[in-house]
């Protein structure tokens, strides 16, 4: 599992990216939110964490 401080680390990261395509009007789907919070809770690295939202995205 990861630690606390990479869980924050992830969280920024995530928080700041869904502010930026915010700014640009576009609001991510509550199933992009909960992909994300796998992400942030480990259980996801970043290559499964891309490949997921580019999944959910195509399914679209």
Do not use: T
Not at 9 to 16: A, F, L, T, W
Not at 37 to 57: C, D, F, M, P, V
């Amino acid at each position: 599992m990861l630690s606390e401080a990479e869980k924050a680390k992830r969280r920024e990261e995530v928080m700041y990216a869904k502010a930026s395509v915010e700014l640009e009007g576009i609001y991510l789907s509550q199933e992009l939110l909960d992909i994300s919070e796998k992400y942030i809770q480990g259980y996801l690295n970043s290559q499964e964490y891309s490949n997921e939202l580019l999944r959910a995205i195509d399914s679209h």
